[in-house]
């Protein structure tokens, strides 16, 4: 009787290899598409964030006759024209990386020429004094 459920168990797990295999590769899925969406969803959280905040400039900005002002316009203006022409919609944009680098880079400039921190994670975690 040994035999016939050693065979059994085997031909079990044969049977059963689709099914194991099936929750394996759903379970590495699942966590790969989580840590994916998470970047993916910290990147435009990032995006958001900066171009709330350009938005929010250009319009105390807008109406200042100051030179000074102009030019901080002008990079508020370019920091939102990035921000717009991301193509949020294409989940495979091979330049996500490229593109939010240089809109780290301008949000940098901006901050530079309003004198404000720089380190988005001061806004983010409140340290900044930002309150809603």
Do not use: W
């Amino acid at each position: 009787m040994a035999f016939v459920s050693s065979s059994d168990d085997l031909f079990d797990s044969i049977i059963m290899a689709d099914d194991r295999f099936h929750d394996e590769g759903y379970q590495e899925g699942f966590v790969e598409g989580t840590r994916q969406g998470t970047i993916r969803g910290f990147f435009f959280f990032q995006v958001s964030f900066y171009y709330g905040f350009a938005l929010a400039f250009k319009y105390l900005l807008q109406n200042s006759s100051d030179v000074q002002a102009r030019k901080r316009l002008k990079a508020m203006e370019s920091l939102i024209g990035l921000i717009q022409n991301f193509p949020y919609e294409d989940p495979q944009y091979e330049k996500l990386q490229e593109d939010m680098e240089r809109a780290r880079a301008k949000f940098r400039q901006v901050c530079s020429l309003l004198n404000v921190a720089t380190d988005f994670k001061e806004y983010v975690s409140g340290s900044m004094g930002m309150s809603f």
